[in-house]
């Protein structure tokens, strides 16, 4: 079962957020589709934090607290 809650934060979705859009630029820049599609995963991730593969691996770097309305 997919889990739709978000599982990255603090430090971790920064990161994601300037190394993605860092190496989408150079993917541009460079036409290396590779690198250009590496930064979007990375990027897509930060702005939704959310990670399948950090799901898979039960990690959790999301330290908010959410609240039910």
């Known amino acids: 079962m997919l889990n739709l809650k978000p ?11 300037a190394g993605g859009s860092l190496l989408t630029l150079i993917g541009c820049l460079t036409k290396n589709k590779l690198i250009k599609a590496a930064g979007c995963t990375f990027l897509i991730t930060g702005i939704t934090r959310k990670c399948v593969f ?7 770097t999301n330290k908010t607290v959410e609240k039910n309305y």
């Open 54 to 60: 950090y799901d898979l691996l039960k990690l959790n």
């Open 7 to 17: 599982n990255i934060g603090g430090i971790d979705r920064e990161i994601r957020l």
